[in-house]
Nanobody, 123 residues
Framework: QVQLVESGGGLVQAGGSLRLSCAAS????????MGWLRQAPGKEREFVAV????????VYADSVKGRFTISRDNAKNTVYLQMNSLKPEDTAVYYC????????????????WGQGTQVTVSS
C-alpha cells in the first residue's frame, strides 16, 4: 500500500498562487494513477485533476482548466498541484489520491487518500 501526505495549503488572496504537494511513501507514485480532489464547505467532494501512470496525460475539471497544473517528480516521489489565479470559489479541503487502475476517468473512486490540506482564498 501507499501512504499519502498533503502539504502546502494555507490562506491566499484572490489572484494569488499556491502549490500543493503530495508526498508518497511505501510505493512509488509511478505505480498509480494520481488525482487531486476537493471538498468545499457544504458541498460534495469534486474532481479537480488526474495524471495517468506514465505521467504523460492529464485531465482537468472545467472549473480549473488553464489555472491548475498537476505534475509528478519521480525522484522525490511527490505529486504537485500548482494553482494560479486563485478564486474564492477554490476554497476547499484538497485531497491527494491514488488508484491502481489505469486511465483518466473523471471519478471519485480512488484506492488511497491523503488526509487533506485546507486552501482558503480571500477576496
Amino acid at each position: 500500500q501507499v501512504q499519502l501526505v498533503e502539504s502546502g495549503g494555507g490562506l491566499v488572496q484572490a489572484g494569488g498562487s499556491l502549490r500543493l504537494s503530495c508526498a508518497a511513501s511505501g510505493r512509488t507514485v509511478s505505480s498509480y494513477t494520481m488525482g487531486w480532489l476537493r471538498q468545499a464547505p457544504g458541498k460534495e467532494r469534486e474532481f479537480v485533476a488526474v495524471l495517468n501512470r506514465s505521467g504523460l496525460r492529464t485531465v482537468y475539471a472545467d472549473s480549473v482548466k488553464g489555472r491548475f497544473t498537476i505534475s509528478r517528480d519521480n525522484a522525490k516521489n511527490t505529486v504537485y498541484l500548482q494553482m494560479n489565479s486563485l478564486k474564492p470559489e477554490d476554497t476547499a479541503v484538497y485531497y491527494c489520491a491514488a488508484k491502481v487502475s489505469s486511465g483518466l476517468e473523471i471519478t471519485l473512486k480512488y484506492d488511497y487518500w491523503g488526509q487533506g490540506t485546507q486552501v482558503t482564498v480571500s477576496s
